[in-house]
């Protein structure tokens, strides 16, 4: 037979052994604290015997039949003994019929079968017994017998006995809506782990706003999913972008080519179609070399090329290069900050990713407006910042435009973007630097930030 | 006689346009498939120019090249790397007279690399450069035209410097670049040719002949006027 789900779950074998334990445990010290109970109050007791037999050492024998007599007298559980024998064993006193066997009057404590009478009757009792031989001959003997606190264990122990199944049971029903509990969480979460291995990205696992373990391992598992969603969705937009990219110039290509064999009427004519074929299909060409570029970047051995370079000269040839395509698109290309600082790296990766900043920057700044590249110390790091006065990035699409082929819907009618920043992204990478769209007043300003100068 | 041309690329694909392409620009191509073969091929020094893979079953591309220049023989060489391998010792190869280039390249490149490699640099001790009309004086830093003397920027006048020691051939813009600026990169905008243009309005006055003309899709060639 199939066992019901929840028994063979963790909560539910933990809760059991854990009880267990517990029953166990309470067993082991109620038994144990009885049995030191118990032997210091016979040690007690005992004292207590040895003390008064002492007292009767060179009494008078009339005393000692006194003390017999108080002794007995108040004695409602029947578990003192007390007994003055004559010289040849027999009872003259008390509410013992004779001397206990293996007894021997010595003042040592013995323990024996005592042979009861009193009022109430007569009974065989074990018990602790002294004894002492008097001055008259006669033997005086005081004893105690434990039944009593034997009687007592007892009873505890069939209470605890009693108590335990009913606590079992209530265990059991704890362990049971524990496990079920458990059991319906991760029900849940199979659930809609389903319907998220069947496609539905975009749903995550519900909390319960306890902050307990399953609302933490919850909320990892749906920051992975989100993760997952937000890679799936980029590799699905790159496949859309990609053919997007590659289409435009290959339908001006073939648009080109077209005209120019229905409408050339001359050499140069058709020539010039063809020039604008090979203008498109060399756009084509450059998304494809780009592409394969990044991969070779984020795929490529590591290192390989890194030596010490000076980001400061790298930024000066760069705004060097830059300079009069700036000016001639009516836009102010500033530098400034540190112009020295040594790093690891490699200087033609990092000049590419460094164009390809200005590159973006004036192909988003309006004309009379500025782009202004800086190198500034932050704390122990390097920050490259470039700045324009063009349209800015919203804030919501601020990460996505270093991946790739990401165009915020202002840029799409500007040819060739998607893959500038993403390049970027992954030379930085590849670098260990990080990079962002910083919050900016006014325009779009990105900020890289390297690594102090390693060794 | 043709220019010969030692192909050495264990990739059958990339092989293959490369001889096309070489082939279809009049040089007489051989191709080995592997580094011992390719090294066997070099040592005969019968070649003129020759690419080399970086990264070659049995003996490594750069191991060729110091093999073959042990021995003597000075046929200068192109390596061809990926990306992720050009390291100091590939980039040491510039300072010997060879070149390298990183893969993916473009044929057009490849071939002008190959030319440039091909002709024989300029005497370096020479100090005026010549082309027709033109002259570039390296120590005044004065650069003519006839009688006429250019007003020219520093940049400006590395640019000509290169196009002058390279006349009648053509130089690609990343050709230029590396020449220029000293960084490896494919400026995919039109950097270069603001530069150049810059350039060409100072060198080519109005109603004077062109001397620098633009090689489509390629880059530029400087030439006396006809």
Known sequence: MRLPEFIRTTTFRWTLTISAVFFAAVVVLTTFVFHQVIESNKTRIDGTLVREIRNTVGSDPKIVFQFIQTRLSEDPRRVRLAGLFDERGQPIAGNMRSIPENFVPDMQMYDVIADREDDQGAEKQAAHAIGIVLSDGKTYVVGRNFDDLVALQNDVLNMVGTALPPAAILTLICAAVLALRTQSRIDEIHRMALRVMAGHLNERLPTRGTHDDFDKLVAIINDMLGKIEQLVTEVKGVGDDIAHDLRTPLTRVRAALERGRDGATSLDDLRKAVDKGITGIDQALSVTSALLRIAAIEHGQRNAAFGDVDLGSIVSAVVDLYEPAAEDMGIKLLSGGISHWVLRGDRDLLFEAISNLIDNALKFTPRGGSVTIELVRTDNNLMLRVADTGPGIPVPEREAVFRRFYRSDKSRNLAGMGLGLSLVAAITRLHGFQVKVADSLQGCTIEMICSPAAA | ?226
């Open chain 2, 1 to 226: 006689m043709s220019t010969r041309v030692l192909v050495i690329e264990d990739d059958p694909e990339t092989a293959g346009e490369i001889v096309a392409e070489l082939s279809a620009q009049g040089f007489q191509v051989d191709w080995a498939a592997t580094g011992s073969d390719g090294l066997a091929r070099a040592e005969s020094g019968s070649y003129d120019v020759m690419t080399v893979d970086r990264l070659l079953p049995e003996v490594d591309g750069l191991t060729i090249v110091e093999n073959i220049r042990s021995q003597g023989i000075k046929t200068p060489v192109l390596v061809l790397s990926a990306l992720g391998e050009v390291d100091d010792r590939v980039r040491g190869l510039k300072a010997g007279g060879d070149d390298y280039l990183t893969k993916p390249f473009a044929l057009v490149e490849l071939s002008a690399r190959l030319d440039a490699l091909l002709r024989r640099p300029a005497d370096p001790r020479e100090t005026v450069l010549r082309v027709g009309p033109l002259t570039l004086d390296l120590i005044e830093r004065v650069v003519k035209r006839g009688p006429r003397e250019i007003d020219i920027l520093p940049r400006e006048f590395q640019l000509l410097e290169y196009l002058m020691r390279h006349a009648d051939q053509v130089v690609t813009r990343t050709m230029l670049f590396e020449e220029v600026w000293h960084y490896r990169f494919d400026p995919r905008t039109n950097l270069v040719d603001v530069h150049m243009g810059r350039l060409r309005r100072k060198v080519d006055a109005a109603g004077e002949a062109p001397m620098i003309h633009s090689v489509r899709g390629t880059g530029f060639v400087l030439r006396a006027p006809a």
